[in-house]
């Protein structure tokens, strides 16, 4: 059941699967050498953490995200993650500074490549989060990256990152290494807020995405 979920998780974050594409669970366990039964107990897995639909006899389809949803997983990101940098903050040394000018730099150099940006975006965020050392704090703030990131994506695909996200960045690291605590946290919360009206906009101008499915009911 891990491999099979963490195989399809995997995919998803990285929008192999659009929304609205159905997924057959004959053929995904084939592809991963594994049985039907791990597959669909992931696919009902994914579908609690809002990332599938499941419906009578029609099997999984992936789903999409509507306007509302983004905003909220955003507004939710902020306050997790900006508590997460501030706990984090007695753990980060010299040597976990280096990795996350290390991180941004990944960054810098694959401004271009909209997926390897994504990536290591995510990467930065998870190094820093992870230095909480408060796990139920860090599965929430990945499961919330998980439900958006396939949408990030294909949004950033069809558009440039947005002006500040640089600028949010390395402000965040002058932040961190001046160790102040309200300063980390106002510095966190404002980067991942920041992102929110470019991307509602994107949403509301038309950016050629697949229609949410709607709930299951």
Not at 30 to 55: D, N, Q, Y
Not at 92 to 98: D, I, N
Request: aromatic share 4%; hydrophobic share 45%; glycine share 4%.
């Amino acid at each position: 059941e891990r491999d099979a979920y963490d195989c399809l998780l995997e995919s998803l974050r990285k929008g192999a699967s659009p929304a609205g594409d159905r997924l057959i669970a004959e053929y995904i366990a084939v592809a991963i050498s594994a049985s039907r039964m791990p597959v669909r107990v992931a696919f009902r897995r994914l579908a609690t953490e809002g990332l599938l639909l499941i419906r009578p006899n029609r099997g999984a389809m992936v789903r999409g995200i509507t306007v509302a949803e983004m905003r909220e997983v955003f507004e939710m990101r902020a306050v997790l993650e900006a508590q997460a940098v501030r706990v984090a903050l007695p753990h980060l040394g010299a040597q976990e500074l280096r990795d996350v000018e290390n991180l941004l730099d990944r960054m810098d150099r694959h401004g271009a490549d909209v997926q390897q940006w994504v990536t290591h975006h995510r990467n930065l965020h998870e190094y820093l989060c992870g230095l909480s050392q408060r796990p139920r704090l860090i599965a929430q703030i990945a499961a919330l990256h998980s439900f958006v990131e396939p949408h990030m994506r294909l949004w950033m695909e069809h558009t440039a990152k947005p002006n500040s996200t640089e600028h949010d960045h390395h402000a965040l690291l002058h932040a961190l290494r001046r160790g102040d605590p309200d300063e980390v946290e106002e510095a966190m919360r404002e980067h991942i807020v920041s992102t929110i009206p470019p991307l509602e906009k994107l949403m509301v101008d038309g950016v050629p995405l697949p229609a949410a499915a709607p709930h299951q009911p």
